[in-house]
């Protein structure tokens, strides 16, 4: 399943997942209430045994950012694109990995993709690597929100 929240550059791709979920790929998809209501709907489908995607960036890491702790203290193999972009002031939508820096010491796996083939590829990965049974961890996958 994959639950979104649009905010900006993340939106077109969870479009995109919503056009996968058109063609019968998914089972469920909707939208939270908010970023913070996305990652926690993330996790009680996660902790329910359900295959979750997610995605955010910029100030919605941030606002969402408790949920992300408790995702590796509970060891769901959750994934989630961060599509990176300045957070603050000055008020910008231009690529930045500053929440880069704030997610080092939540405990996922993060994955920095350089090209839209690397996106694609460790996006893929992130749910082999989450899944492993030794591993059972979430995998973050980051990319430059305007690639």
Known sequence: MAVSYPITPQS???HLVGDIFAE???REYFRGENEFAVM???A???MGGVRVFTATGGPGTLRAFETF???AGARLPIVCAFM???VNSPLTIQPDTIEMAFMLDTGIVMLHAETAQD???MILKAFIIAEQTDVHIPVGVFVDGFL
Do not use: I
């Open 69 to 71: 702790p408790t995702w």
């Open 44 to 46: 009680g489908a996660s």
């Open 84 to 86: 990176t972009r300045g």
């Open 119 to 121: 996106l694609y590829d």
């Open 24 to 26: 019968g790929y998914l």
């Open 40 to 42: 926690s709907a993330v």
């Open 12 to 14: 077109e791709s969870m």
